[in-house]
Nanobody
Framework: VQLQASGGGLVQAGGSLRLSCAAS????????MGWFRQAPGREREFVAA????????YYADSVKGRFTISRDNAKNTVYLQMTSLKPEDTAVYYC??????????????????WGQGTQVTVSS
């Protein structure tokens, strides 16, 4: 499985961005997907996850109501729509794939494959 994240950039506080993660190499529609982020000097943290069908989504409290995760299995792509961005959302954002359908979607160890990351910078 290869994951390619894109869509990051520089945006002012209150603005929006949409991240994309394109997958190749295996059957995308059969595995769960997640987004994590890592700010400078901090550990990587969970942001959002979506199950293989797109019927269940999960969010960190810090982004709930502002971010939306979705997927298009026909395009082998998962998205993270980010609105009302804050300076504290500044981080490198990573997408990840879970091939086994584990329950602990908020845990890094659940995920088998990771993308390279895309930088999101929110200015105040």
């Amino acid at each position: 499985v290869q994951l390619q994240a894109s869509g990051g950039g520089l945006v002012q506080a209150g603005g929006s961005l949409r991240l994309s993660c394109a997958a190749s190499g295996r059957t995308f529609s059969s595995y769960d997907m997640g987004w994590f982020r890592q700010a400078p000097g901090r550990e990587r943290e969970f942001v959002a996850a979506i199950n293989w069908r797109g019927s269940s989504t999960y969010y960190a409290d810090s982004v709930k109501g502002r971010f939306t995760i979705s997927r298009d299995n026909a395009k082998n792509t998962v998205y993270l729509q980010m609105t009302s961005l804050k300076p504290e959302d500044t981080a490198v954002y990573y997408c990840a794939a879970d091939l086994m359908g584990a329950v602990a979607v908020r845990e890094e160890g659940t995920y088998d494959y990771w993308g390279q990351g895309t930088q999101v910078t929110v200015s105040s």
